[in-house]
């Protein structure tokens, strides 16, 4: 493999969450990445992107089994926690033209308001909240709705989110369904735009 373990460390590093990375090697020279990482996801979450990227980094038989992943709690960390965007309410109705949505989305004492017309309520729900989003990134509207499904993985229901943005990539995100409908479309939306929402502002969902 022509990329180097240095290479790979620093692409790592810059995932959300991620603190430190080392790259080392096994009998069969794959690599073992030892990674440190703050506690706002789950390491399944930062283990899944990893796992993905050393994929395209040529390891096709990559396994998640390659990746450690050791996260810190830091109790003083409000500052961090002022800039994520968390969900502050959601709303839908039914109205002439379709589904009617409305999503709030909330950093520090900031909320950001979307509203969307859809088909159906899913659809509808993540059109507001890419509003939402777009309105937190000063009404650049980088962001734009491209499709939603519910779909069954190992008999668990998971929405699967696409979002397109101005070049006119193919972001995807995905959330398992808990408590409410909305609720778990908007995760997913979020989901999909996360790394992106880092790219533009500096800051992470």
């Known amino acids: 493999m022509s990329t180097s373990w240095r290479d790979l460390e620093n692409v790592i590093l810059r995932i959300p969450d991620v603190q430190g990375a080392q790259v080392l090697t096994d009998d ?26 050393v994929r395209s980094f040529g390891w096709a038989n990559a396994d998640p089994d390659w990746v450690t992943v050791v996260q810190v709690h830091e109790d003083d960390d409000s500052s961090f926690s002022a800039t994520r965007l968390t969900i ?33 309520i899913p659809a509808a729900m993540s059109m507001a909240t890419i509003g939402s989003v777009n309105q937190a990134l000063a009404d650049l509207g980088q962001l734009r709705f491209n499709g939603v499904n519910m779909i069954l993985s190992g008999g668990t229901e998971v929405f699967l989110v696409t979002v397109a943005e101005a070049g006119e990539e193919i972001l995807s995100g995905s959330a398992v369904v808990r408590d409410t409908l909305e609720d778990s479309v908007i995760r997913a939306t979020l989901d999909a735009v996360n790394r992106r929402f880092l790219v533009y502002t500096g800051r992470k969902l």
């Open 28 to 53: 069969e020279e794959n690599p073992k990445i030892h990674v440190l990482a703050n506690s706002e996801r789950a390491p399944r979450h930062i283990v899944r992107e990893i796992t993905a990227l």
């Open 88 to 120: 502050a309410g959601f709303s839908v109705g039914h109205v002439a033209e379709g589904i009617s949505a409305t999503c709030r989305l909330r950093r520090s004492d900031l909320v950001y308001q979307g509203t969307a017309l859809g088909p159906t």
